[in-house]
T-cell receptor, first 118, second 117 residues
């Protein structure tokens, strides 16, 4: 089946530090890949996505590149801010075998808590 | 209201109570989802509705009963829950483009924090 593995947290950084959160996946076919972010007390929001190999998703200074050869989609940001403190989820979307392959299903990693200190 | 809303935001109930969680999406989407988010576990997909029809039930216990009266509203009826059911319950919606689309971006509500005593 499909699965997503992301680095265990928590991750604690100082403001302006470089961030990497590793994510690898296992999937049949050609999934699309996502990073979602969950700020305290809120639901998940899509941060960025990539739909095919070598695509780079980017948003709000965050980037991730779809690497098919290493089945990875690592999240990076060059200089984090206190406001980036949140839980980050890596996810993939692939055809859902439970529906006879008629729709797509999101599979999430466990999430990584990021805390950025001033 | 915009996006996906959920009520109540917090709920405390005893094991013998019956309660319902409500979700409403204002995005014109045709698919809605219930997820369970527990500490230190991956997000668990519970139910999927496409065009008001349930298309997935991930072996969820019968004490959780979903209802989707139309494409904008989704309910989760709860009865005789267990303490281990305490979690954040998230609703999401998407526009299911069917075969040929490479992804379905899901939009999430803020969740209902449920505590079962």
């Amino acid at each position: 089946g499909n699965s997503v593995t992301q680095m265990e947290g928590p991750v604690t950084l100082s403001e302006e530090a470089f961030l990497t959160i590793n994510c690898t996946y296992t999937a049949t076919g050609y999934p699309s890949l996502f990073w979602y972010v969950q700020y305290p007390g809120e639901g998940l929001q899509l941060l960025l996505k990539a739909t095919k190999a070598d695509d780079k998703g980017s948003n709000k200074g965050f980037e991730a590149t779809y690497r098919k050869e290493t089945t990875s989609f690592h999240l990076e940001k060059g200089s984090v801010q206190v406001s980036d403190s949140a839980v980050y989820f890596c996810a993939l979307s692939a055809l859902n075998p439970n529906s006879g392959g008629s729709n797509y299903k999101l599979t999430f990693g466990k999430g990584t808590l990021l805390t950025v200190n001033p | 209201e915009t996006g996906v809303t959920q009520t109540p935001r917090h709920l405390v109930m005893g094991m013998t109570n019956k309660k319902s969680l409500k979700c409403e999406q204002h995005l014109g989407h045709n698919a809605m989802y219930w997820y369970k988010q527990s500490a230190k576990k991956p997000l668990e997909l519970m139910f999927v509705y496409n065009f008001k029809e349930q298309t997935e039930n991930n072996s969820v216990p019968s004490r959780f009963s979903p209802e989707c009266p139309n494409s904008s509203h989704l309910f989760l009826h709860l009865h005789t829950l267990q303490p281990e059911d305490s979690a954040l319950y998230l609703c999401a919606s998407s526009q299911d483009l069917g075969l040929g689309s490479s992804y379905n971006e899901q939009f999430f509500g803020p969740g209902t924090r449920l505590t079962v005593l």
